[in-house]
């Protein structure tokens, strides 16, 4: 049996535990501030400072552009070198370039042009009225484009919006047949998530039916890294004519079924507009292309 002995502090242990409990109920407790944090403190301590990653924002519909995708897929390097007067200048444009000074790109020798026109079945560039009649105005040579996106609806319903807002075509000799620009694509899966046989009867079933609106074959335009990863470098459409895009000091490797490129976009840093092309030919053959 414990005895209990004179002068034993364990009572005053007790008294003493007791008022520490009641001091420290009264002082008031705070979060950690993220300053004070473990994480904080220890990249502190590091000497570093803790950023959060920036996601790429994936552009709004209807904003892609012909050759969007090119520098940061293929890069660049360099430009067309000397003057070959064989070739002969042109320029695409789109709505982000607005009202577009085509008297200054008449001046400075530009002599065709194309503007983009319609995208999916969603979309009509606000400013084609004024580039594709400026263009007209001024003596240009000019077409429309349409930008594909194969994974929103059919070839053949894009070939009829694209004809229906824009992109038909007239014997007036200087209205060049539509372009399908099929390329990177800027809002999600690089093929659009089709297969490269998908892919090919997608193209085809545009061509066919651009071809059975206006009587024209299609111009294609796209990139030969493109190409080959997602139609499986298709060679069936050789009857179209093709226009490269390349920033480049040449043309480079085409892709599979064509030996020549009649267009070729070789900058996106050009003067005036920035997207700077160039015919495979001297005028006469822009002239010729126009008039079927």
């Known amino acids: 049996?414990?005895?209990?002995?004179?002068?034993?502090?364990r009572p005053r242990r007790a008294f003493l535990a007791?008022?520490?409990?009641?001091?420290?109920?009264?002082?008031?407790?705070?979060p950690a501030s993220a300053a004070e944090s473990p994480d904080a403190t220890a990249s502190a301590t590091a000497g570093t400072t803790t950023t959060t990653p920036v996601t790429p924002t994936t552009p709004a519909r209807g904003t892609a552009r012909m050759g969007m995708g090119v520098a940061a897929h293929d890069g660049q390097d360099g430009l067309p070198?000397?003057?070959?007067?064989?070739?002969?200048?042109?320029?695409?444009?789109a709505s982000y370039q607005g009202n577009v000074s085509w008297t200054t790109l008449w001046n400075s020798g530009v002599r065709w042009s194309y503007n983009k026109a319609s995208e999916g079945t969603y979309y009509t560039n606000p400013y084609f009225s004024q580039q594709y009649?400026?263009?007209?105005?001024?003596?240009?040579?000019?077409?429309?484009?349409?930008f594909a996106t194969p994974d929103t609806t059919s070839g053949a319903t894009q070939a009829n919006y694209f004809v229906d807002?824009?992109?038909?075509?007239?014997?007036?000799?200087?209205?060049?047949?539509?372009?399908?620009?099929?390329e990177w694509n800027p809002y999600g899966d690089t093929c659009y998530g089709k297969s490269t046989s998908g892919m090919v009867s997608w193209i085809r079933d545009f061509?066919?039916?651009?071809?059975?609106?206006?009587?024209?074959?299609?111009?294609i335009y796209t990139s030969t890294t493109w190409w080959s990863q997602c139609t499986g470098n298709y060679a069936g459409f050789s009857a179209n004519p093709l226009w490269i895009a390349r920033y480049a000091s040449t043309a480079g490797t085409l892709p599979a079924g064509w030996s020549t490129y009649t267009m070729w976009q070789y900058t996106s840093s050009?003067?005036?507009?920035?997207?700077?092309?160039?015919?495979?030919?001297?005028l006469d053959r822009v002239q010729a292309l126009a008039k079927g």
């Open 133 to 146: 009649t400026g263009a007209y105005g001024v003596g240009m040579i000019r077409g429309a484009y349409h």
């Open 165 to 182: 807002h824009g992109g038909g075509w007239s014997a007036d000799g200087r209205t060049l047949p539509g372009t399908l620009d099929i």
């Open 18 to 30: 007791g008022a520490l409990i009641a001091v420290c109920a009264l002082v008031p407790i705070t």
């Open 270 to 282: 050009g003067p005036t507009v920035g997207d700077h092309d160039k015919f495979n030919g001297a």
């Open 1 to 9: 049996m414990p005895v209990h002995r004179p002068g034993s502090p």
């Open 81 to 93: 070198t000397g003057t070959r007067a064989a070739q002969t200048e042109g320029v695409d444009v």
């Open 207 to 219: 061509l066919n039916q651009y071809k059975a609106r206006t009587g024209r074959n299609a111009v």
